[in-house]
């Protein structure tokens, strides 16, 4: 029965309300059409691989009474797989937040660091262990967080001790 939508197209389902969903019937039909072929299909290769189990095989019951294993087998699955995630990416991660938070620490005046949006300066003053003040052109001084500091390129001099005279 055939019916017609809004836009004035003859729409073979009659919950359909534009050309779309004529589609949508299409496709859907096609894909069920297929599915019954493809499983039609995979019966037949399942029926060709029993053949080929042998009746022992088949009759064992004890290898079949547990679905996964032991418990002791996955241990011995996974255990290995832990010690190479350790050795190749946690440690090497802990180790280069180490070094990172190292560097952060030292910055001290005359710094050359470059912060995350790529803005280049040198530090021209270490306000506490959160923040410094970072000279970005000649006169123009910025207040940044040490967290946002992505590299220290040069290390400047170390810091003059005024003495009272």
Known sequence: MAFRCSKGYEV????????????????????????????ELFAREYEEFYMLVTEA?????????????????????FAPLMVVWYF???????????KRQETLTAIRRGDQVVLGGGITGKVTKVIDDAEIE??????????????????????GEPVKTETAS
């Open 12 to 39: 073979l389902n009659r919950y359909a309300a534009c050309p779309m969903s004529v589609a949508f019937v299409a496709i859907t039909t096609i894909f069920r059409r297929l599915e019954a072929g493809w499983a």
């Open 57 to 77: 095989f088949a009759q064992d019951g004890a290898a079949a009474a547990t679905g996964f294993g032991s418990g002791l087998e996955m241990l011995f699955l």
């Open 88 to 98: 190749f990416l946690i440690r090497p991660q802990r180790a280069q937040m180490k």
């Open 134 to 155: 970072v000279e970005i052109a000649e006169g123009v001084k910025i207040r940044a967080l040490r967290t946002y500091i992505a590299e220290v390129r040069v290390k």
